[in-house]
């Protein structure tokens, strides 16, 4: 067991490692400013290429001269492939080797992604790191069976990202880094497989998706044990759609740099709060009634540090003011930085 | 035509007139930090009685050290009296010579408000202006012929809310100070012996209400005019429940010092905004979605100088992410604050 600190460079600036990134969906961390997202110790933050293209597209963001002067947070941006998106969200879909078709669950339309148009919509969004375009398996049992087919196809998908980033780099001053991502469900020898393969190829940093998706937590940890061995010095290793404190803990300590979840804001919408000791808390409850005691008193954030009473919070959250996920997402941000910061002291 | 600059003096400091009260009507101006709100230039906060009083109860917020300590705002504070939500609120309501029987619409529960019970609760919410219980009545057509009942009515009612502020002020070393308010609807006859009689009381301040719920705008600006030269120097001002750019300007020019509406704040929320001479734009507006300037280059708020383009603003409203309201609220506010600051330099 050993967590370490790594630094590497973006065309946004350098960041270093573990560290944790905000999820702003749509260009924005829900509720919350660049500035107090960046307030909370975040380095880099993450959009979804999927929903920045099915609601704005990425022909304005590039106009607007890409993510991160078009969000205000003008730092070290990531984006994912859309491969998890079209995991989660689309109920009807067709797999083929060419890539994915289905139906945008908003709007009915008829949506294709490819290993190449996922690298050109990342293109266009201008992030600093990009992600691979991967097929992803649920791990609740529905998917059975799919996991080596899926894990191939993310290989010879990854190749084509790899080709696909090649030519749209060409002629560019920074091109952005991509970051392969190791499948395989829970099946250690294919795991191993997708591992050695992205480690293989050009890539600027390795992620670990398909964990995280319905099953144990005891067999995503064994994954994690798993795969330390094998990871080399020289790149990040990003445990992708993780946040739980209890997680990154873990994780952290068996060698992963980065990771990104929407947990820490979408718990602090709904009023879930951790606390020293990585309890969780519901700010709604009737005992925060009276409670003029601040969040978490150990806590350096914003909220923590501010005038508000888990009595003002519990108040809030009771009569449906956005207030209140605002102070909880800043603190649950700020905490599991904090997690991340423990381990470069 | 002269607006003044007037100071006074409360219990949580000095304010400086003109000056627009931002409404936080449940304890927080929706979205926003005191922080915020104060950055806006904002001196004193607004919070709604009724609304504290049956959504959380005025003994919590006691036992938390008062609104100013519970909300965080720390400063200034203002609770209107409950009358206006009777008004606004009730569809079934019973008014009688002790005060108002109605059902609460959420609950159904059975609310009774008198002077009396309102003063007390104000009390127990600790504001340092607190206002007088009065019979609104509505100018659209709806309640004609009610305006003298109800002004005579809210005059007796002033009596009790004085007797009752003397009562509850005995042995307290800061008691808050009472505004008197002025009704009659449009008739001048009415206004005039609404006027002199709260003129006539012992209040610290005189509120002109029931404007602004229904009449042209020419009809409130007319009573506005009628109203002006009655003014004495020694008190306040307050036009309640006006918040429009014109309206302000006019009140301002015809001798009102302060202000209170939900206005700047809702239409934020909805993506209107005000820019440069009053215009009325809305961020929705497909024309601003490769806008890539400020929402208004001249102003000086947090939004405005900060990295925020209509572009963005354009695209997280129509996503519905709430940071778009945020940033159009707080520029809303400035808007109003800077009418009031041109009048003081």
């Known amino acids: 067991m050993s967590s370490r600190v790594f630094q590497f460079d973006t065309n946004h600036g350098q960041i270093t490692t573990p560290l944790f990134m905000p999820v702003g969906t749509l260009g924005a961390v829900k509720g919350l400013t660049p500035d107090e997202v960046r307030a909370t110790g975040a380095q880099i933050m993450l959009a979804n290429t999927y929903h920045m293209h099915v609601r704005l597209g990425e022909r304005t963001v590039k106009k607007q001269g890409g993510l991160q002067k078009f969000t205000g947070w003008n730092g070290p941006m990531l984006t994912d492939s859309g491969g998890f998106?079209?995991?989660?969200?689309?109920?009807?879909?067709?797999?083929?080797?060419?890539?994915?078709?289905?139906?945008?669950?908003r709007t009915g339309d008829k949506i294709v992604l490819t290993p190449e148009k996922s690298m050109q919509i990342q293109f266009d969004l201008?992030?600093?790191?990009?992600?691979?375009?991967?097929?992803?398996?649920?791990?609740?049992?529905?998917?059975?069976?799919?996991?080596?087919?899926?894990?191939?196809?993310?290989?010879?998908?990854?190749?084509?990202?790899?080709?696909?980033?090649?030519?749209?780099?060409?002629?560019?001053?920074?091109p952005p880094l991509l970051f392969g991502i190791v499948q395989g469900g829970l099946d250690q020898q294919l795991r191993k497989e997708s591992f050695e393969f992205v480690q293989s190829q050009p890539v600027a940093g390795i992620a670990i998706g398909g964990l995280s998706v319905g099953e144990p937590r005891q067999e995503m940890h064994a994954m994690l044990e798993f795969l330390q061995p094998l990871y080399t010095d020289d790149r990040p290793r990003y445990l992708m759609g993780v946040g739980h404190p209890i997680d990154m803990r873990f994780a952290i300590e068996h060698g992963i740099d980065m990771f990104d979840c929407v947990l820490p804001t979408r718990n602090g919408r709904h009023g879930t709060a951790w606390?020293?000791?990585?309890?969780?808390?519901?700010?709604?409850?009737?005992?925060?009634?009276?409670?003029?005691?601040?969040?978490?008193p150990g806590c350096d954030c914003a909220t923590c540090t501010g005038p508000y009473s888990r009595s003002l919070i519990r108040h809030l959250l009771h009569v449906g003011e956005m207030l209140?996920?605002?102070?909880?997402?800043?603190?649950?941000?700020?905490?599991?930085?904090?997690?991340?910061d423990a381990n470069k002291a």
């Open 85 to 105: 998106q079209v995991f989660s969200l689309a109920k009807i879909r067709k797999i083929t080797e060419e890539g994915v078709t289905f139906a945008e669950p």
């Open 126 to 174: 201008g992030a600093d790191i990009i992600m691979a375009f991967d097929d992803v398996v649920s791990l609740d049992g529905s998917e059975a069976g799919r996991e080596r087919e899926a894990m191939e196809r993310s290989m010879r998908w990854l190749e084509r990202c790899v080709a696909e980033h090649k030519r749209l780099s060409e002629g560019m001053n920074k």
């Open 275 to 296: 606390i020293k000791g990585d309890q969780q808390i519901n700010l709604r409850a009737e005992m925060y009634k009276e409670d003029s005691r601040v969040l978490d």
């Open 324 to 340: 209140a996920g605002r102070l909880i997402s800043i603190h649950n941000l700020r905490y599991v930085q904090r997690i991340c």
